[in-house]
């Protein structure tokens, strides 16, 4: 399984794990990782190379309505940003789509 948590959604990835970093990132990694986007979007807009650290994480996520372009990506903290968008997942599961949350709140 593949966790996107800019989507909420888990995708069946059809490997093992060693399999997944060994063969299907090297032979495809646009599938794998989105590597165009990375490369002809990110890096040619004046994005940061993301440090080990790091990811590039949408500032609204696509699953509380965010757009899928550069203007709502940025630089992240990767623990940070995982951290944060599990509980706000854990949240809004379940919910129909265009209730109000309070993401300040208990």
Partial sequence: MLFEPGTAEALEIPNNIETYHDVLVIEDPDAALSANIYLEDWLAAGGAQPGYDQCIGYKK???????????????????VYWHILGQVIAKVKGLPPGTPVNLRGG
């Avoid at 996520?61 to 623990?79: A, R, T």
């Fill in 61 to 79: 996520p696509l699953f509380l309505g965010g757009e899928d372009d550069l203007s709502n990506q940025e630089l992240s903290d990767l623990e």
